[in-house]
DNA sequence: AGGATAGCCTGCGGGC
DNA sequence: TGCCCGCAGGCTATCC
């Protein structure tokens, strides 16, 4: 269930755990959610025999950076590790010598040195579905020219004229298109569908019916329903926490997603689901149109 | 080639 | 009470 904003919030609230902090080791309990990729010998990116190392041991933390729901930690050595959650991933920092209180399911654990006023911490990596990734790269370089090259414009930032120009000729639900990564990078199932009922555009609409006033309303809802989300923590339905393990508060503002049948806030119609893209999908018949 | 579909994976709630 | 089934949906691989 993380999307954009709850990645977002993650990033906020490790960052003063981690800017400029040493990785004293690395202990790895699963591999097979590791990727790694290094320099190949024409200067290409191929895929290297995974090394717990990559993981930033005996580096230390420089920056952070998000796009759409990707996390990537930088090291003082140029290495980086891009982190994606997937359904149910969980980044936190816990201290060391406490009990763990979020069960099973830890795939990795980085120790954190002492600093003033704080004790030597665990970063932890939490994962019960593990359809979250790991993936070692060798500078930002290759994370931003090969790991993410595939990644359509961060969603905060989405213009209307990039998503006319990208969907303009698509027989695609509108729904649909709004999931594809490559399109624009950080919209799941829940932003999605609260974008289209802010935009007034069903999601069963196809994109080369929409016209520009469409893709300017659906630009705006976008960028809106995420910065909101993000104001509010993000949205936490069962398994989302940030770096502290505090929940999210923006389930609560949801207009439409997990409101089947229920009345519409605004106009009191009753809400309607299908399945559109693959994904159970909310909307109101009423305020939001085909055209 | 764009678009649809299957598969990965665990926890949980509903039904019996 | 306990078991089974369906569902949740991020992405990749594969098919049409």
């Known amino acids: 269930m993380p999307e954009l904003p709850e990645v977002e919030c993650l990033k906020r609230s490790l960052e003063p755990h981690l800017l400029g902090r040493a990785v004293l080791g690395v ?15 024409r200067g290409q990116m191929v895929r290297t025999p995974f090394q717990v190392s990559a993981l930033l041991a005996d580096d230390s933390i420089v920056r952070l950076e998000r796009h759409g729901k990707q996390l990537a930690l930088t090291g003082s050595s140029g290495r980086v590790v891009c ?14 010598g406490q009990p763990f209180p979020y069960g099973d399911h830890v795939h990795a654990f980085w120790s954190l040195d002492a600093r003033a006023g704080t004790a030597s911490q665990w970063m932890v990596f939490r994962d019960p579905r593990r359809f979250g990734r790991i993936v070692a790269l060798p500078s930002e370089a290759a994370l931003r020219d090969h790991h993410w090259r595939l990644l359509g414009p961060d969603a905060l930032t989405v213009t209307a004229d990039h998503l006319a120009r990208t969907l ?41 019916r929409l016209q520009r006033a469409h893709w300017d309303r659906l630009a705006v809802g976008i960028r809106t329903v995420l910065t909101q ?5 993000g949205s936490t339905l069962r398994d989302y926490r940030n770096a502290d393990g505090d929940r999210g508060q923006a ?18 119609h009753n809400l309607a689901s299908a399945t559109v893209g693959q994904r159970t999908t909310v909307w109101c018949p009423r305020c939001q149109r085909s055209p």
């Open 168 to 208: 303009a000729d698509s027989t695609r639900a509108v729904k649909a298109a709004l999931l594809d990564q490559r399109v624009l990078a950080g919209v799941g199932n829940i932003y999605a569908d609260e974008a289209l009922f802010n935009s007034g555009i069903a999601p069963r609409a196809r994109c080369s």
């Open 27 to 41: 202990r790895l309990r699963r591999r097979d959610i590791c990727n790694s990729w290094g320099l190949g010998k």
């Open 251 to 268: 389930q609560d503002t949801h207009n439409v997603y997990g409101r089947a049948g229920l009345p519409c806030l605004v106009c009191g």
């Open 83 to 96: 982190i994606h959650l997937g359904m149910t991933g969980q980044v936190l920092i816990r201290p060391k």
């Open 229 to 233: 989300a993000i104001e509010r923590g």
